[in-house]
């Protein structure tokens, strides 16, 4: 059975290089028979108009599918013309698929069958497992174990099934018999009700599939395994995915990332928010996920985030049907002044330009449209513009080299005047096209009555929408996945001066002492030392004297901070003093930190004092970590401060950090101009900031004993100078 | 002749009350014709089917106007079955309202026989005015002078014209055939185009209109003019405005604030960036707006804002068939996990709560729902639940006091379900209201093929959207009105202890003496005591010795300045010097700074330094003013330095500011939890930065020289302390 899998752990987030090659020649191979069976069997069919087991059955005859069909069903000899078997076993042939639509508690008998019969894939329809919560939990949990120890391969259950629509192939295995229109987006949904909504729209949004997939409550195959399917599949361009979870992220992030350099990858996360995954959590079970990280993630490999429903379709006719653009240029045609003002609003709210055309276009436009005319930009050829008016401003703006794409905004002034309007928009970027220019082209139709009209050049959908602010939207989404694609991928450095035995033995010592917590000031210092990391030089000092001494070596002024690894906020407590500037001064912030200590009762928690040199130059900005329990480590860079706890001014990563997320995390902050200089202040050492975020990354990777950091502040110094970390937290847990 | 108005100035913004009542009033009478004439006419008519003049008339004739309609044309003698006139004079009777589609080099002798008829009111469809510039300008302004001299009302020209669906009226005078549904909502559109898209779709969307206005290119007749006459106007609950500008802003303000406390104003402000004013521009000759003017503006009058035309139209119904939120406790019925997933996540990402159920309300759904229903909130009822179960859930969630609103989002699983479906929704709709249950409902109606399903409860509408995102956006706006309409309106405090005569001086002085430009430190220092504002003690010192002794006087440390009225950035070339301890800190600093100026060959613009005590507690603020050529003085508020520059953290209004603004401001910015107490940080006395504002408001609404001022930075203290202006800068100009 070429088709079986031998049964490896699919959702390693361990696999080196060659396991990947195996997961993606197994996934290839294990998932052909959902999309190509030669044979089915609809275990559960049904007489009953209503039910799911007739609807299936009518669903695969109407979609002509070529294979043979089989219906199980132990209480009838014949279904729609077919012969029913009264059990799996009776069939004579192999089966290829099976799709399972009997009630939950006939399953796990079901899934024997198959075992027995070696079919090696199922899909499962059926609900009632772990999103009732309860029985249907133990029950999944059954179903998990059998179909691991198998080796079979199941789609759901809990899902609505699937489809491909690859013309030698013709396969609706869903309860839906709308087949929307053949092209080349494949969808996998993580909720069946989206998909159906998704699916049936296609016809009337002009969204061609390649195939669907309602991955349900995903107990086998997940969105991992279709990626990895679909990077093969000649017929799939684009990729579209409803999320409610992440399955495996350091898989996700790899496949992803690989993916999505030759097929756009558009996602729609849902749960998002406490409510949605509250939510989310009661009808698919979804593991709650970390907002923030799953930003991040996207970000990192590339996907595209639609934010909303109506984001997600515009994405997927924009991206599927048209080229993508090569820059920020956009022309704007309109038949009324109004609509067109708002495009253009869109346009520059998504930092795009709306350039004025040349003298030369302009004069072309005037020689053939109404003195009333608008030529500038926005194109307004105003309201009774005629078939050859639009076909002339579409082809003289398309071929002019003045823009990277193209927004036609009609609104209908006369319905009689659609069908020529719409020729002459087929008819101008036909010209267009025939002359080789290739910028994309998003239509805006305000045509009451005629609003589903489809706009198709040569077999090129030109996709349409109802307002004029969605294509900017695209567009926007487009060059920034475009800009993804084209650089290099990001590299993670290797640092091979660390030493991470040392870091290793500081945090297992510590927690073999203490158990869990905080580290000391002197193993935090160790630590971030032993990663090669700039620590602002400082040492401990257990008495007055002693921070005298160190004081006097460091040269004054100085600053004297509590050692604790108990007391966290130093800050508010008064225990940093700043700008001492004699020896009595440091004396006297020792004694007035420990007095403090000892009115707190907290004396024991006193490890000394830090006696440190006061930085007055530099930008103060933060380094931070804390471990999500689904994404692991996930960094954190800001300006410190108010600016992450208030303004939330932060950017997010997941780890390992690559150079290029380092670069990209620095950029990405709103405050960025004040590292690059800002009111006479020098620029920051930007370099450095990188190898400071890029040295934790391989430190938090490499010792998972470490469940939060924050280096805050850090001072950057001038471009060549470094930084210096002044303040650092290290807090250690066992690994469970 | 009741109709014709006196000619007083309709635009004046120094209006006090009583001629508040008086052009009140006089909008009331002098637009009554446009919307209540008993005889039109139509000066252009035509029997050329395609043409504007021929469909005007077939819009007049179909809508069934009950009044009379008199054609003007020279050229024939019956059109459509009317009698034609050659010209207007010649018509035998009077008329209210004349219709002018003739070319537009005929318009202004057509307009001599509307003053030579006594005509009281004229829509100007034709185009060919200011918006084609040159002729067409100088043109408008020849019609505008006119217009003003006879006291006729206009409006256009540029248009594409009105309607009143009022039952006893029913007048369409329009080129659209398309009459929409009648109702309770008028719109105004500064753009025809756009008008029409939106009287088009209204029948689509439900939206019951009840009149509907094209302004075009507004040479009398304003947005202004006609909230005043939809303020009294029995049949009209809620505005709609298109706007491309803000025609005369303090009389907006003034209006839109006394509209919107009866009637929810909803306002599409095109033009928002650079490159969709360049569009308006070309095409109403619309003045550019600044885009912070316009959002402060809105804020301040209660205006509901949408920022994309789907947003407007979704406000539009929205509000105009449902009640207004009464809080934020939502509840979702779904029949799809993932919708319902992504309208929680929509609710929370608006701020709106959707809190799980009481145990009683689940067990009532329990009762009557499938056992694999979802019953917390979203209400998951399951894609294949009955008419029965959808009446019952949607009973019991209204009826439950739990909510606040309610979100039914529905996916069509079968076609054949959909119309028990919905009359199941009403049916559950009909019981709550029935036992007096008012809260909002809303729809997301996701049933290809049957997507413009009417849903209509004993005639209250309830409004059908296409994704499950968009009401919780409607909800949150709602309730953002609410609360700005049940506050009490603000109060502009009196400050009767300033001494404005003084202030006035400085300022005439100094634009005497030097012209436009900065005043001095010592002229800013004495004019802000002349408002009663807290600036931190200092004087200025011409010599190293005189700022010792300042010093001295003040106690250390302190902090020296420069002192100079042309040299804007003192930071920036060291001329500010902080943290001084001692006499000698004093007389370096004084020459350091001398030694600055000396280098850069700008010794005269150095009129001595300001010494100052230090502040060391309290935090950073800044408030700002610009004068904007349309809105007048707008004020800033923000944390200062990076904070308003880099992070744009920055709230504005236009002046004069209530204490309601001031309060708004402060607490608007995202850093305003700093101000609340923060780390240790004592918080801030919030009162003292409220009356800052207040007085600075006060300052430039009546000294008209002052062109822009910067506090910045204050330092605001702890409650009861006060504040502390530690630099200022003031710039005067003549006025215009």
Known sequence: ??????????????????????????????????????????????????????????????????????????????????????????????????????????????????????????????????????????????????????????????????????????????????????????????????????????????LGLSSFVSLGNHVDVTVNDLLEYWEQDQHTQVILLYLETIIDPPRFRQIAERVGRCKPIIALKAGRTEAGRSAAGSHTAALATNDKAVDALFVQCGVIQAKTLEEFLSLATGLSNQPLPQGRRVGILTNSGGPGVLCADSCAAEGLLVPNFSQGTQSALASFLSPMAALRNPVDVIGFATEDEHAGAVETMLTSDELDALIIVHVSVRPKDNQPVAAGIVRGVRAARQTGHKQPVYLCWMAEGDLDRSFIVDGEVIPTYKHPEIPARIIRQALTYEAWRKQPAGHIPPYTDVDLVTAKEICTDALADRGPGWLTTQETHSLLRAMKVPLVPGSIATTPEEAVRLAQKIGFPVAVKLASHQIVHKTEMGAVQLNLGDDQAVRDAFNRIRTKLEQAGQLDAMEGVVVQPMLSDGVEVMVGMTRDPLFGPLIAFGLGGIHVEILGDVQCRITPLTDRDATEMIRGIKGYRLLTGYRGHPPADLEALEETLLRMSRLVEEIPEISELDLNPIFALPPGEGCRIVDARIRVMRQT
Chains 1, 2 share one sequence.
């Open 1 to 206: 059975m070429a088709y079986l899998n031998d049964g490896i752990e699919r959702e390693s987030s361990s696999a080196g290089e060659s396991t990947t090659v195996q997961t993606q020649d197994n996934n290839l191979k294990s998932l052909t028979p959902f999309f190509h069976p030669r044979t089915i069997a609809l275990v559960g069919a049904s007489r009953g108009q209503a039910s799911i087991g007739y609807r299936l059955l009518e669903s695969l005859q109407k979609s002509h599918f070529p294979g043979s069909i089989f219906p199980v069903n132990p209480h009838t000899t014949e279904i729609a013309g077919l012969r029913t078997f009264s059990s799996l076993r009776e069939i004579p042939s192999h089966v290829d698929l099976a799709i399972i639509v009997v009630p939950a508690g006939l399953v796990l008998s079901i899934i024997d069958d198959c075992v027995a019969k070696q079919v090696p894939a199922v899909i499962l329809i059926t609900a009632g497992f772990a999103e009732t919560g309860g029985a249907g939990s133990s029950l999944e949990g059954q179903l998990r174990e059998r179909i691991r120890r198998s080796g079979i391969r199941l789609i759901g259950p809990n899902c609505f099934g699937l489809m491909n629509l690859a013309p030698a192939v013709r396969l609706n295995a869903t309860y839906t018999p709308m087949v929307p229109p053949v092209g080349h987006v494949a969808i996998a949904s993580e909720s069946g009700g989206l998909g159906l909504a998704v699916v049936t729209a296609a016809q009337r949004l002009n």
